[in-house]
C-alpha cells in the first residue's frame, strides 16, 4: 500500500496538512511565516508530516489552465483517478461544467504578459516509506519497522532518540523533537489502517492528488496519467520514484510523485542512495585501517626496543 | 492560536484538543506540547527568495536544506575523540605487551616496575577512562538517556552505530577487567592473567573503536560524509593514534616506552596530516560539497586543526626526550585532533544545509545510485536514471562558485 501524489491536482488548500494534524493529534509548530510564497510550513519536521510546497517560477508551464481555459473539465478529468474505495472528489465543479473558453473583458496588459510567463508547482510532500529506508537500516534500536502495509513506521516506545535515522534519510524527512528528544514522522496512518480506513491526507485530499491504494494499481495510474499530460503537451510530466528501476538507490518508493520540474524544484533529491547501500566501502577502508592502526602500533613498539 | 473558548483554569494544549472532550489517543499525542515562545527572529522579507528557485542561486526550492542537520551537539565529536584515543592507546598497549609478552608482562607497578610496564600502564589506564567517558558522553547525548540499553537490543551491521555500542560494550568491558583486578586487595597470579589477557582483548577492540566512527558518519545522507567515505575511517583511525600519541607525550611513561611514543607519535601526526589531505582531496571532487571547508566556521575549524596538527608534528619531530618542547608537542597534537573532530561535525552540518551540495553530487554522478550503476553497467544494465541522465548536458560542468 502506498501514495501516489499527482502534483499537477495538488491547488495547494493544505487540507492534508491539516487532516494529518489533526487525525495524529500532532501539536503545532509555532504558526511561523516563512514569507515565501504560501508555504508557511517550510519543510517536513517532527510535527509536521505533511508539507505542500508551493513552486513559483517565471517560465510557462504547458497545458496548464483552469477549467474555463479547457483544459480541464471539472471533475471528469479526475474521475479515473478517484482514491481507492472512496466515492469521488468533493470538488464544487460539477461532471457537467463544459470546458469552455473565457477572455477577459478588457486587456490585462502587463500583469496578462507576466502572467503568462509564470506558475506555480504545488507538491504535498510526506515520507516516502522507501522500499529500502536509510533511516530503517541506520536505527541501532531496531525502533524503525516495516508494517504489513509495507509502509516505515516508527515505534515511539523504543526510540532513544540517537538521531541517527535523521542523517542517513536521503530526504530530509524524519526529525528530532528537542522536547521529548525521539525522533518522529509520517506512519502512513498506521492506525487507521488497521482499521480499514485510508490516511487522513488522502481521505482530506479535495481533487485526489493524494491517492491512497495498492502500489501496483497506483502505478497503473500514474503512468496513465503521465502519458495523458505528455498528450496534452506538459513535456516536463515525470514520475518520480515510482518503482526499483526508477530509482534504484531506494529500490522504489511507497509515496511516489508525478512531477513537473526536476525534483530540485521540490526539494526532492535528484539520485537519492540508502546510504547503506556504500557502507560497505566504508566497512573495508575501516578495516584497512584497523590493519594500519595494529601494524602502526606494533611497528613502534617493536622499532623502539632495538634501540 | 489556543482554544479561545476554553475556559482559562483548563490545561490548554497546542493540539486544540479539550482533553476533557476528546481523548489524546493519535499517533502523534505522545509528543509534549511545545512551549510556544515568541518566533525567532524571522528573516527579513528582502532576504526571502521571491521566487522558488532563481537561475544564479542554482536550483533548488527557495534554498531550503534538502537535508536535516545533524542533530548531534558537541558530546558527539568529544566522543569520536576519546573513543579514538581509547582504543588507540588500547591498541598500543596491547602491542607493547606482545612484544614483550614471554616473561615480562606484569600487572603495571608492582612485580616487574619495568619502564615497558609504565608505558602498558598508562595505557591501559588512559582506556578505562576512555571507555568510561564515552560511555557517559554518548548517553548525554540522547534525548533520552534511559533507553540507552535499546541499542543492544538488536545485533545489526547496516548501523555503525549499532555495531559501535557493541564495540563499546566489549571495549569497556575487557577494559574495566584489565584494571579491576589491580584494585583488588591480595594479588594472586591469576589475576594478572585475567588482566592481561583483558588488555589484550581491549587493544583488539579498540582497533575498530577508534575506526568505526569514521563508518558512523560516512552512512549518512551528508554529502561531505557520504562522499568521502573511503577517507574517513582510515583519518580517524590515524587521528585516534596521534591523539592517544600526544597525550603520552604530556603524560610521557619515560625510559624505552618514550621511544614507542616518540615513534608512535611521529607516524600516527604524519599519517593525520596526509589523511586530511586526501579527505579534502575526496571532498573536492564535487567543489560544491567540499565548500564547508573553505568557509564559514566549519573552514576555520578545519584550517585550525591542520594547523594545529602540523605544528604538533613539527614539535615532536623536534623535540627530545624530556623536553618542555614535547609536552608542547603533545598539546598542540591533543588540540589538533580534538579540533579536526569538531571541524568534520560542523563541515557535515554545514554540508547537510546546502540543498545544491546534495544535488550537484549527486548529478555528477557520485554519492548516488548512479555511482552503483555504473559500477555494475558491464553486468545487467540499469535504465539510465531519469533524473540524472536528464541534467547531465547542462549540469555536469562544475558550478561557478556563488559569492
Ligand atoms: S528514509 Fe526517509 S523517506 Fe525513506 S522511509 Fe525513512 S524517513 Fe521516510
Ligand atoms: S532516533 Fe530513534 S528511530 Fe532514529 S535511529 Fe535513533 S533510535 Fe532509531
Not at chain 1, 17 to 33: I, S, T
Not at chain 2, 378 to 384: F, I, L, Y
Request: proline share 7%.
Amino acid at each position: 500500500m502506498g501514495f501516489f501524489t499527482d502534483t499537477t491536482l495538488c491547488i495547494g488548500c493544505k487540507a492534508c496538512e491539516v487532516a494529518c494534524k489533526q487525525w495524529n493529534q500532532l501539536p503545532d509548530d509555532g504558526f511561523l511565516f516563512t514569507g515565501m510564497s504560501y508555504d508557511n510550513t517550510g519543510q517536513l519536521g517532527a510535527s509536521t508530516w505533511r508539507h505542500v510546497a508551493f513552486v513559483e517560477r517565471t517560465t510557462r508551464l504547458p497545458g496548464q489552465g483552469t477549467p474555463r481555459d479547457g483544459t480541464e473539465a471539472g471533475t471528469m478529468a479526475f474521475a479515473p483517478l478517484r482514491p481507492a474505495g472512496q466515492p469521488g472528489t468533493t470538488s464544487l465543479l460539477a461532471d457537467f461544467v463544459a470546458p469552455s473558453h473565457i477572455e477577459s473583458p478588457v486587456p490585462l496588459g502587463p500583469t496578462q504578459r507576466a502572467l503568462s510567463n509564470f506558475s506555480w508547482l504545488m507538491m504535498s510532500d510526506v515520507c516516502k516509506h522507501c522500499e529500502r529506508a536509510g533511516c530503517l537500516e541506520a536505527c541501532p534500536t531496531g525502533s524503525i519497522v516495516r508494517t504489513e502495509f509495507g509502509s516505515v513506521y516508527v515505534q515511539p516506545d523504543v526510540c532513544n532518540g540517537c538521531g541517527y535515522c535523521v542523517s542517513a534519510c536521503p530526504f530530509g524527512v524524519i526529525a528530532r523533537r528537542e522536547d521529548d528528544g525521539r525522533a518522529w514522522k509520517c506512519t502512513l496512518c498506521y492506525d487507521r489502517l488497521k482499521d480499514g480506513m485510508v490516511p487522513a491526507c488522502a481521505k482530506a485530499c479535495p481533487t485526489a492528488s493524494i491517492q491512497f491504494g495498492e502500489l501496483g494499481e497506483l502505478r497503473a495510474r500514474g503512468a496513465k496519467r503521465v502519458e495523458q499530460l505528455l498528450a496534452r503537451g506538459v513535456a516536463e510530466a515525470r514520475l518520480y520514484g515510482e518503482s526499483a528501476l526508477a530509482q534504484p538507490g531506494t529500490e522504489g518508493l511507497h509515496a511516489f510523485f508525478l512531477l513537473c520540474d526536476e525534483p530540485e524544484a521540490y526539494n526532492l533529491p535528484p539520485d537519492p542512495v540508502v546510504p547503506t547501500k556504500h557502507i560497505t566501502r566504508a566497512w573495508y577502508a575501516m578495516a584497512a585501517s584497523v590493519v594500519g592502526l595494529a601494524a602502526l602500533c606494533l611497528g613502534a613498539v617493536a622499532g623502539a626496543r632495538r634501540t | 492560536m489556543r482554544a479561545r473558548h476554553l475556559p482559562d483554569d483548563r490545561p490548554h494544549d497546542g493540539r486544540n484538543v479539550d482533553p476533557e472532550l476528546g481523548a489524546l489517543l493519535g499517533e502523534g499525542s505522545h509528543q509534549r506540547v511545545k512551549d510556544l515562545a515568541p518566533s525567532p527572529a524571522a528573516p527579513r522579507s528582502d532576504e526571502v527568495p521571491s521566487l522558488a528557485y532563481e537561475a544564479d542561486r542554482g536550483r533548488s526550492y527557495y534554498g531550503l536544506p534538502l537535508l536535516k542537520e545533524p542533530v548531534w551537539r558537541w558530546y558527539v565529536p568529544a566522543y569520536f575523540y576519546v573513543g579514538g584515543v581509547a582504543g588507540a592507546a588500547a591498541a598500543l598497549g596491547a602491542a607493547a605487551q606482545l612484544a614483550g609478552w614471554r616473561g615480562s608482562p606484569g600487572p603495571v607497578r608492582q612485580r616487574h616496575p619495568g619502564v615497558e610496564h609504565r608505558l602498558i600502564g598508562r595505557c591501559r589506564l588512559i582506556a578505562t577512562a576512555g571507555a568510561g567517558a564515552s560511555a557517559v558522553l554518548l548517553i548525554a547525548d540522547l534525548g533520552r538517556p534511559a533507553r540507552f540499553l535499546d541499542m543492544l537490543r538488536v545485533f545489526r551491521p547496516t548501523s555503525p552505530m549499532n555495531m559501535g555500542t557493541w564495540f563499546l560494550s566489549a571495549f569497556g568491558a575487557c577494559c574495566a577487567a584489565s584494571t579491576l583486578p589491580h584494585l583488588w586487595p591480595a594479588r594472586r597470579p591469576w589475576q594478572r592473567t585475567v588482566s592481561d589477557a583483558a588488555a589484550f582483548g581491549a587493544g583488539v577492540m579498540g582497533l575498530p573503536l577508534c575506526t568505526y566512527t569514521g563508518v558512523l558518519i560516512a552512512n549518512t545522507a551528508v554529502p561531505i560524509w557520504h562522499g568521502t567515505r573511503n577517507a574517513l575511517p582510515v583519518l580517524f583511525g590515524a587521528s585516534g593514534a596521534a591523539g592517544a600519541a600526544s597525550l603520552l607525550e604530556l603524560w610521557p611513561p619515560g625510559g624505552t616506552g618514550d621511544d614507542v611514543v616518540h615513534r608512535f607519535s611521529l607516524l600516527g601526526k604524519t599519517l593525520e596530516l596526509a589523511l586530511g589531505e586526501v579527505f579534502a582531496y575526496e571532498a573536492r571532487r564535487v567543489p560544491r560539497v567540499a565548500r564547508p571547508l573553505r568557509r564559514g566556521a566549519s573552514g576555520a575549524l578545519w584550517r585550525t586543526a591542520q594547523v594545529l596538527s602540523a605544528a604538533g608534528l613539527a614539535a615532536t619531530a623536534l623535540s627530545r626526550r624530556g623536553s618542555p618542547l614535547r609536552r608542547t608537542a603533545g598539546l598542540l597534537g591533543t588540540l589538533g585532533a580534538l579540533t579536526l573532530r569538531f571541524a568534520i561535525l560542523q563541515a557535515g552540518r554545514a554540508s547537510a544545509r546546502d540543498p545544491l551540495a546534495t544535488s550537484e553530487q549527486q548529478r555528477a554522478g557520485r554519492g548516488g545510485a548512479a555511482e552503483l550503476t555504473e559500477r555494475d553497467r558491464a553486468g545487467a544494465s540499469h535504465p539510465a536514471l531519469r533524473g540524472v541522465g536528464a541534467g547531465r548536458e547542462t549540469e555536469a560542468a562544475p558550478r561557478e562558485e556563488h559569492p
